[in-house]
């Protein structure tokens, strides 16, 4: 028998070995350190590529969850989260000595599904991760580049997962204490006092206030303690949710910047891994920020209560507390740093990621809003609307700025020249830039991204839509019908010039007062002379297809 194939046979028979000795042991097994010391390695060969293996570790995780008393192996990992995210700690430090840490991690978060459990407990080792990822370590352990960011994606899944619900519970949290602050001032407002001293005051609206709402009322102790003592519960809710927020913005924020710079990568698996992670991380920031304002909401109506109430004690613990860093704002900021890496991620003419990419663009810009990419598209727009430039039916020649001036030692050259694409994955590829413009025109938060540059993707969207090409009719139509959204006389002009330049029939004017179509727009001498093609630029290879451009104007 092979070495290897011993050596396989040798660690299934240890593994069934611990599954063997926790069965005779018992609780005994965890309180012996047993557990502690087998649960690692049964993580670590769950990622393991023999299915032996792989099945064998599986199996003795589950016995010793059902003997643990934990229902899923899930719940038996957040048990001992505290100690696995030592261990991998340690472990990251000697990459060289421990090479199967991202597979372990990716374990414990993909396969057993617990990353929101422990999110909390994941920025040291995400602070590692993000060290690995930079240009020394990928050139350091350059097979370690994809395992890492299959964690790193793992983890922005979590914490997506958990920002998510994060605006809906502050929401709530924040009305429960406004109906609370409005029912105290109505209630000290139906009971006005005179001629007490500050100290009175603070009595009498106690009691009024605990007669008025069962949940205060205490009968048999203090009044006012008990008054104080529900609303030093209630800040102390607001600043869990303020500590909790701040760690999965913290866990997001390190997620992104792990994962930004290799959105320029000419590795086709690593970009896309880039990608997710950027996409589940700008939404999750989003969310942290809606969260931010509730909380800010729920601060202020407390302040007004202590304010009203004279808890001047608990009115400088929460000054004291509250630190409004420049962590609130941080998604336009994460986003200003992610922009570059996406046009160059475009410019790397990987067709796969670039179609992933475009998406990425749509979302992020319905996130952000389309005042913040108006610029952008301006200065940067040129490398998206080159993909509906081109025809994948004629060969462009080669233009100096596609060379590489200078190659470091790092990246690798690009090994799938232009030469060779299909034309049906440039389709899907201008498909996709034409469900971009089209989810960015629909939507009133994002059109503002495409008003600065309206021209030029009009006439270039209404001569890919009158071209009437199979593989971007649909994708064509949407995009134009979206544009319409933002200028409808635009765009039935842009059409309009190349029907009545082809069609025989011209219809009269209905009054004699209007001028005729061939006044309003003077048939061009060629193509090149349509107000698509001036807008829009050069345009490689498409044609007119007169009952496209009839259907187009029908559906206007």
Same mark, same amino acid.
């Given at each position: 028998?092979?070495?290897?194939?011993?050596?396989k046979e040798?660690? *299934?028979?240890i593994l069934?070995?611990i599954g063997?000795?926790n069965? $005779?042991?018992?609780?005994?097994?965890a309180?012996?350190?047993?557990l502690?010391?087998?649960l690692?390695?049964?993580?670590?060969?769950l990622?393991?590529?023999?299915y032996q293996i792989?099945?064998?570790?599986?199996?003795v995780?589950r016995?010793?969850?059902?003997?643990?008393?934990?229902?899923?192996?899930?719940?038996?990992?957040?048990?001992?989260?505290?100690y696995?995210?030592?261990?991998?700690?340690?472990?990251l430090?000697?990459? /060289?000595?421990?090479?199967?840490v991202p597979n372990?991690?990716?374990?414990?978060?993909?396969?057993?599904g617990?990353?929101h459990?422990?999110?909390?407990?994941?920025e040291?080792p995400?602070?590692?991760?993000?060290?690995?990822?930079?240009?020394i370590g990928r050139h350091?352990?350059?097979? &370690?580049?994809i395992?890492?960011?299959?964690?790193?994606?793992e983890?922005?899944?979590?914490?997506k997962?958990?920002?998510?619900?994060?605006?809906?519970?502050?929401?709530?949290?924040?009305?429960?204490?406004?109906?609370?602050?409005?029912?105290m001032?109505?209630?000290?407002?139906?009971?006005?006092?005179?001629? !007490?001293?500050?100290?009175?005051?603070?009595?009498?609206?106690?009691?009024?206030?605990?007669s008025?709402?069962?949940e205060y009322?205490?009968?048999?102790?203090? #009044?006012?303690?008990?008054?104080?003592?529900?609303? =030093?519960e209630?800040?102390?809710?607001?600043? =869990?949710?303020?500590?909790?927020?701040?760690?999965?913005?913290s866990?997001?924020e390190?997620?992104?910047?792990?994962a +930004?710079p290799?959105?320029?990568?000419?590795? #086709?698996?690593?970009?896309?891994?880039a990608?997710?992670?950027v996409?589940?991380?700008?939404?999750?920031?989003?969310?942290?920020?809606?969260?931010?304002?509730?909380e800010?909401e +729920?601060k202020?109506?407390?302040?007004?209560?202590?304010q009203?109430?004279?808890?001047?004690?608990l009115?400088?613990?929460?000054d004291?507390?509250?630190?409004?860093?420049?962590d609130?704002?941080?998604?336009?900021?994460a986003?200003n740093?992610?922009w570059?890496y996406?046009?160059v991620c475009?410019?790397?003419?990987?067709l796969v990621?670039?179609?992933?990419?475009?998406g990425?663009?749509?979302?992020?810009v319905?996130? $952000?809003g389309g /005042?913040?990419?108006?610029?952008?598209?301006?200065?940067?727009?040129? !490398?998206?609307?080159?993909?509906?430039? +081109?025809?994948p039916? !004629?060969k462009?020649?080669?233009?100096? =700025?596609?060379?590489?001036?200078?190659?470091l030692?790092?990246?690798?050259a690009l090994t799938?020249?232009?030469?060779?694409?299909?034309e049906?994955s440039?389709l899907?590829v201008?498909a996709?830039?034409?469900?971009m413009?089209?989810?960015?025109? *629909?939507? *009133?938060?994002?059109?503002?991204?495409? #008003?600065?540059?309206?021209?030029?993707?009009?006439? &270039?969207?209404?001569?890919?839509?009158?071209?009437?090409?199979?593989?971007?009719? /649909?994708?064509?139509?949407n995009?134009v019908l979206?544009?319409?959204?933002?200028d409808?006389?635009?765009?039935?002009?842009?059409?309009?010039?190349?029907?009545?330049?082809?069609?025989?029939?011209?219809?009269?004017?209905?009054?004699?007062?209007?001028?005729?179509?061939?006044?309003?727009?003077p048939?061009?001498s060629?193509?090149?002379?349509?107000?698509?093609?001036?807008?829009?630029g050069?345009?490689?290879?498409?044609?007119? /297809?007169f009952?496209s451009?009839?259907?187009?104007l029908q *559906?206007l």
């Amino acid at each position: 028998m092979p070495l290897q194939s011993l050596q396989k046979e040798g660690l *299934k028979v240890i593994l069934e070995g611990i599954g063997i000795f926790n069965m $005779c042991l018992g609780k005994d097994f965890a309180t012996s350190g047993f557990l502690h010391s087998s649960l690692y390695l049964l993580l670590e060969n769950l990622m393991c590529s023999s299915y032996q293996i792989k099945s064998a570790s599986d199996a003795v995780l589950r016995i010793i969850s059902a003997l643990s008393g934990h229902p899923t192996v899930g719940e038996l990992v957040v048990a001992n989260a505290d100690y696995i995210i030592d261990s991998l700690c340690r472990q990251l430090r000697h990459l /060289d000595l421990n090479p199967h840490v991202p597979n372990v991690l990716a374990a414990m978060l993909s396969y057993v599904g617990v990353a929101h459990e422990i999110l909390p407990l994941l920025e040291e080792p995400l602070r590692s991760v993000t060290l690995e990822l930079e240009v020394i370590g990928r050139h350091q352990h350059p097979n &370690l580049t994809i395992p890492f960011l299959k964690a790193v994606s793992e983890i922005s899944k979590a914490s997506k997962h958990e920002a998510i619900g994060m605006p809906s519970k502050l929401e709530s949290y924040s009305k429960s204490v406004k109906v609370k602050v409005s029912n105290m001032k109505k209630s000290a407002g139906n009971h006005p006092q005179q001629n !007490h001293t500050s100290h009175d005051i603070y009595d009498a609206n106690t009691v009024k206030i605990s007669s008025m709402d069962s949940e205060y009322a205490d009968t048999n102790g203090d #009044e006012v303690d008990m008054h104080l003592e529900k609303w =030093e519960e209630m800040l102390l809710k607001l600043n =869990e949710y303020r500590r909790y927020r701040r760690t999965v913005g913290s866990v997001v924020e390190s997620s992104l910047k792990a994962a +930004t710079p290799l959105l320029a990568s000419v590795n #086709e698996a690593t970009c896309l891994l880039a990608l997710n992670i950027v996409e589940d991380g700008i939404t999750a920031l989003a969310k942290v920020e809606e969260a931010y304002r509730h909380e800010k909401e +729920t601060k202020e109506s407390i302040e007004q209560a202590i304010q009203f109430l004279c808890f001047y004690d608990l009115q400088d613990n929460m000054d004291a507390s509250v630190d409004e860093g420049s962590d609130e704002n941080r998604l336009l900021p994460a986003v200003n740093k992610i922009w570059p890496y996406l046009v160059v991620c475009v410019k790397n003419k990987n067709l796969v990621a670039t179609r992933r990419c475009l998406g990425v663009v749509s979302g992020v810009v319905l996130i $952000c809003g389309g /005042d913040f990419f108006s610029r952008r598209f301006v200065q940067d727009g040129y !490398h998206f609307w080159k993909l509906l430039s +081109t025809s994948p039916f !004629h060969k462009k020649p080669a233009f100096s =700025e596609s060379k590489t001036s200078l190659q470091l030692p790092y990246r690798s050259a690009l090994t799938n020249p232009e030469d060779s694409i299909a034309e049906s994955s440039s389709l899907k590829v201008q498909a996709a830039a034409l469900n971009m413009i089209a989810d960015l025109a *629909k939507n *009133k938060r994002s059109a503002s991204a495409l #008003e600065a540059v309206l021209k030029k993707v009009s006439g &270039l969207v209404v001569g890919i839509a009158c071209s009437g090409i199979l593989g971007l009719r /649909d994708s064509s139509t949407n995009a134009v019908l979206g544009l319409s959204c933002i200028d409808p006389d635009l765009i039935w002009l842009l059409l309009a010039d190349v029907y009545y330049s082809i069609k025989k029939d011209v219809p009269s004017p209905p009054s004699v007062d209007l001028p005729e179509i061939s006044q309003l727009l003077p048939s061009p001498s060629s193509s090149k002379e349509y107000l698509f093609a001036q807008y829009g630029g050069v345009s490689f290879g498409f044609g007119i /297809d007169f009952a496209s451009v009839e259907t187009m104007l029908q *559906k206007l």
